[in-house]
């Protein structure tokens, strides 16, 4: 192989290697012309494209303009008028910094620099083509800044074949415009898109105005506002109810001190905030801001600018996460909850209230909070359940952490009675029915028990049946089961209950699963795992958690050992699931009634361990589409 001699590349050269890192598409130009005029302080950009932003881009607006003199340094690399010294970069406060946005373009395209400062009797305009001033002169404009791009990557096919069709080009383009769109509904923003205008934003628009503009109205319904604070870092923006998941992130949207952001961080706090609330499959809609002083966040990380570190990512993580926790834990109850008393009339007294509307009867546990040991001793008295012992046990049951694991649910229904037989007359030989139960409401949030279909959903109504604005509320049995069995897991997650194993099992260790198993031994043994080293490289396991196969038991301790599990959560869900009432099991009035009372006195009842909803609410407004009354 000839050695080569090392030379310094030509400039021309050195523009399109760096054009590499910066213009990557139409949408990555279009970014850069739009951060331009937003640290221009402009009111108004207007953005035109043809072909996809391949044969033509222009964005123009009303900001303070360049000098004639200064135009030539504009398109010269490294050169800027947002940095000055060394400390500036450590405190960025502008959308672009680096000088290298407009160099980069010119060296891959035909671009035309028109530009006006208000002092200026009229306009100045340079034209560069594949890195080359090629004209400059006088030019008409009214004031601002006016950059065209033709012919992008012209200079450059290679680049040009890795592009994707003109229709996904110009809808990236959209994408990219609508995101700093929404960071500023402080200015006006149209889009004309082959010779059709696509949107155009007035200026001083609310967020959620400017929201509506480009998400569907049924997204919008699931919208909550939220904003929290602590110290100089403050999140702020609207976020989704788990119930609106979906099956994409792309209505995840990040932004710092204004700049949107593709931040891993920020988005595992996202959807740590609504974890155990949505499948392991769904995002939610989330539309945040983060500020905080720009020496906290370095953004000169690349060239794109897309990226971002934080100084104490700690910090950052735990206050996205608090702050999105009241959208994460919307309760299908409780939009209309507020409106009634227990037993659905409007509330006229002075009661506690639950933060999500509910009313507080007979001290239960704030929807929320944490779940205290005293926290089922302060519920709501069980229902009478008079001579049938079976169901004292069923109660028990919910309550009791060992009893919920042990629940076997339901017992057989009773002989019929002539109590419950209809007292209407009958013909001779006509078989006798038994009268449905009457209606019986619950202690919170004016919900009444109407029964159980298909053995598997408990059916509700909130509110007052003829004031009009009643709902029908389902309830997953299975789910709601489930919640309450875990928190009592969590209240006794010290109690080391164990079943015993008749052949204890035997799990040959590698070394670090060996050190991983004697960090996790407390939690194990409080979980119910009896555990025994045999040696240094092997675990003889003697008693499982109640309920828990010794197969599942055996394949739960090797994720554990190996980090591939979510620790303790991760039993809990699985033995709640398994220890539930199933799907298809009937139970009786008081039954139901009991598991009702203690799963609204849950914190997080609004879903499943699984992130699968527990409940569903139906107003009027909801059957009249479902009958195609309207």
Not at 100 to 112: D, F, G, K, R
Not at 277 to 296: A, D, N
Not at 362 to 372: D, Q, R, Y
Not at 554 to 576: I, K, M, P, Y
Request: charged share 25%; hydrophobic share 45%; glycine share 10%.
């Amino acid at each position: 192989m000839t050695r080569k001699a090392i030379t310094l590349l030509p400039e021309i050269l050195r523009n399109q290697i760096a054009a590499g890192e910066v213009v990557e598409r139409p949408a990555s130009v279009l970014k850069e012309l739009v951060e331009n005029s937003l640290d221009a302080g402009a009111a108004r950009i207007d953005v035109t494209l043809e072909g996809g932003g391949v044969a033509r881009l222009v964005v123009q607006d009303d900001g303070a303009g360049i000098p004639p003199g200064e135009l030539a340094l504009a398109v010269t690399r490294h050169a800027t008028s947002k940095l000055s010294s060394v400390a500036d970069l450590f405190a960025v406060t502008s959308f672009g910094f680096r000088g290298e946005a407009l160099p980069s373009i010119a060296s891959v395209s035909q671009l035309t620099l028109t530009s006006r400062v208000r002092e200026e009797a009229c306009a100045a305009r340079i034209e560069v083509e594949s890195g080359a001033l090629i004209a400059e002169g006088p030019a008409a404009l009214a004031a601002g800044t006016r950059v065209e791009v033709r012919r992008l990557f012209a200079s450059t096919p290679a680049r040009l074949k890795f592009l994707r069709t003109e229709a996904t080009e110009a809808k990236r383009c959209q994408e990219a415009l609508t995101r700093m769109a929404l960071a500023r509904p402080d200015v006006a923003f149209s889009l004309v898109l082959g010779g059709r205008e696509l949107f155009r934003l007035p200026a001083g628009q609310t967020l959620r105005a400017r929201l509506a503009q480009f998400w569907p109205p049924a997204v919008l319904e699931g919208l909550v506002e939220f904003s929290r604070e602590h110290g100089a870092l403050k999140a702020h923006g609207l976020a989704g109810r788990p119930s609106h998941a979906q099956n994409r992130a792309e209505r995840m949207l990040f932004y710092v001190n204004g700049r949107p952001v593709q931040d891993r961080l920020l988005q595992r706090a996202a959807r740590d905030a609504y974890k155990g609330r949505i499948l392991s499959g769904e995002y939610p809609q989330v539309l945040l801001f983060l500020t905080l002083p720009p020496e906290e966040v370095d953004v000169n990380v690349h060239p794109a600018k897309l990226e971002v570190r934080f100084r104490d990512e700690g910090q950052v993580f735990a206050l996205v996460r608090l702050a999105l926790a009241p959208a994460a834990e919307g309760d299908v109850l409780a939009d209309q909850a507020a409106a009634y008393g227990p037993s659905g009339d409007a509330p006229g007294g002075s009661s506690d209230s639950f933060p999500g509307g509910f009313a507080s009867h007979g001290g239960g546990a704030p929807l929320g909070a944490a779940w205290t040991p005293g926290a089922a001793r302060n519920a709501p008295r069980p229902p009478s359940f008079g001579d049938k012992p079976g169901m004292l046990r069923a109660w028990r049951s919910f309550e009791n952490p060992q009893g919920a694991r042990e629940v076997s649910l339901p017992l057989a229904p009773p002989e019929p009675t002539s109590e419950g037989l209809s007292e209407e007359p009958s013909a001779p030989g006509a078989q006798a029915f038994p009268v449905a139960p009457a209606p019986r409401p619950l202690s919170q949030g004016g919900l009444t028990y109407l029964g159980q279909i298909a053995d598997t959903y408990l059916v509700l109504r909130q509110g007052q049946q003829h004031a009009g604005a009643d709902r029908l509320v389902l309830v997953d049995q299975h789910a709601a089961h489930e919640r309450v069995i875990l928190e009592n897991m969590r209240r006794a997650r010290s109690g080391g209950d164990s079943q015993p194993l008749a052949l204890p099992l035997e799990l040959g260790l590698h070394p670090a699963e060996a050190a991983r198993a004697s960090e996790l031994w407390a939690e194990l043994r409080s979980c119910g795992f009896l555990l025994e080293m045999s040696g240094a490289d092997r675990l003889s396991v003697r008693g499982v958690p109640p309920s828990l196969p010794a197969g599942k038991a055996a394949e739960f301790l090797r994720d554990a050992l190996a980090d591939r599990t979510g620790g303790l959560q991760e039993l809990w869900t699985l033995l709640s699931c398994k220890s539930a009432i199933k799907a298809g099991q009937p139970l009786a009035q008081d039954e139901a009634l009991a598991l009702l009372e203690l799963w609204l006195a849950a914190p997080e009842r609004d879903h499943c361990p699984h992130g699968r909803p527990v409940a569903v609410a139906f107003g009027a407004g909801d059957l009249e589409r479902l009958f195609k009354r309207k």
